[in-house]
Every structure is written in C-alpha cells, then in structure tokens.
C-alpha cells in the first residue's frame, strides 16, 4: 500500500508516522508513506500557496494551482484508488471506513489548512472527504495521520498477531472486552477470577458477554448500526 499525503506542514505528521506500527509497517515494506509539501507543486517565484479568499470574511485559502499540480503528477505516476481531503464537512470516520481504506493499493490524503482548500478542489479532484469528529482542527494533518495509523495496523502482515486487530472495539460491532495483566491483585484490587480458571471456553464466553454489556451501556447506537 502507499499513502501520499499533500500537506503545508509536514512536521506536524512526521513523528507519529516514524513509531512503532506504522514505522515496523514501512520498514517491513509493507507501507510507502511519503510526505509530500505543497509549496513544492508552486511555479510563482514566492512560492505562495495561499491567498484571501474572495468575499467579505477574513483567512486564507490553499490555492488550486499547487495542489491541481501535486495531484496530476502523482495520478501521471500510478493509478489512485482513493484521493481523500480531510474536513469537518466531510464523511464521519469509522472503523468500517479504516476497514475499507486498508485494502486499497494507492491513497492520497490532501490536508488543508486555515480556512480549507479552494472549493473548486474539493469539486473537481477529491474521490471522498472524510471528518474525524465534529470539531475544526487548525490543519488536516493530524487528521491525516489518524486515518493512516488506523488503515495501516489493518493491513495484512502489519501486526504481528494478526487477530488481536478483529478484537478491537468495532471491528465485530461491539466494544472490546476489559483487560488484565499481572499480578492477579493489586492493592486489594483483583483481576476476575474467571481469567485466571484457565478454562477458555469459559473465558470467551464472559469476554462476548462484557462487550454486549458494555456496548450496550456506553454506545448502544452500536447494536442498531447494521
Ligand atoms: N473553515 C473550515 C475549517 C477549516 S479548518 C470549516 O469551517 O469547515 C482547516 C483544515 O483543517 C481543514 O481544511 C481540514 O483539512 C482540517 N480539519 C479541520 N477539522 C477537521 C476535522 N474535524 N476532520 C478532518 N479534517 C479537519
């Protein structure tokens, strides 16, 4: 798989792409991620990628013509299956989302900037615009870098047990079941004692029981979702 992201600021995703997961994921070959700056993409000799927007309110826009450029160049190079702009308008980001993303072979991620991209962009270049919450960011690349963290842990090979990314919360629907490490009791404080019965058929059980519980408790939209 490979990700180019288009950002103004790419220090701002540099370090959570360079540890743990995503950086065993790059240096087992399995990911590309390559960052890429907009002003690279400008051909005025200021390098402007930026400008007021038309009308009375007040900001700055990230000009078409960079990010028109950056685009064509990398489409002229490979074939993308998805060129996704981050924004709080956007399609609210999911686990099924991150599920969909991670079988995909190329992605590009435009991030914007202070008040967003010329909308002309987001008419004419994007395949799918995606929020992260209900909330403006200053930038897109931090919300960049949580859709490649959570697209990449899925792609197969990437961690190393494979089936602890189906255990996670959402990915059957449900919240993850509570868990415990050593020691058995803490400050008074003890570990259930159906975990330590060593009987896994019994333990599976309480485990798909706790995160019905749980989902049911903390996010039952969940058990109505299909
Ligand atoms: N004026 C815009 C917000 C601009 S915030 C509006 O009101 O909708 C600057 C940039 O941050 C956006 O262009 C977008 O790329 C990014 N951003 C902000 N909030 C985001 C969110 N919730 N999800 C994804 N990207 C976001």
């Known amino acids: 798989m490979r990700i180019d992201i288009i ?36 051909t005025d000799k200021h390098r402007t990628v930026d400008d007021y927007s038309f009308g009375p309110d007040a900001g700055m826009v990230l000009k078409i013509e960079p990010i028109y450029k950056a685009i064509e160049k990398f489409k002229s190079e490979r074939q993308y299956d998805e060129i996704i702009y981050t924004s709080p308008d956007g399609e609210p ?39 992260i919450g209900d909330y403006v960011l200053s930038g897109g690349e931090l919300a960049a870098a949580i859709i490649v963290d959570s697209v990449v842990r899925l792609v197969p090979g990437v961690l190393s047990d ?31 004692d159906i975990l330590l019965s060593g009987n896994f058929k019994e333990i599976e059980k309480w485990q798909m029981e706790q995160a019905y519980e749980r989902t049911k408790r903390l996010r039952p939209n969940l058990l109505n979702d299909d």
């Open 162 to 192: 494979e089936t602890s990314a189906l255990t996670d919360s959402f990915q059957d629907g449900l919240l993850a079941p509570p868990v415990y490490t050593r020691p058995a009791e803490f400050n008074g404080w003890r570990v259930p």
């Open 93 to 131: 980001y999911t686990q099924k989302l991150a599920n969909y993303l991670s079988t995909k072979e190329n992605i590009i991620i435009l991030c914007g900037h202070y008040k967003g991209v010329d909308h002309r962009v987001r008419e004419n270049l994007i395949t799918r615009e995606i929020s």
């Open 7 to 42: 950002t103004v600021l790419p220090e701002l995703i540099e370090s959570p792409l360079n540890h743990s997961i995503i950086k065993r994921a790059q240096k087992k070959n399995l990911v590309t991620i390559e960052l890429h700056h907009l002003r690279d993409f400008t």
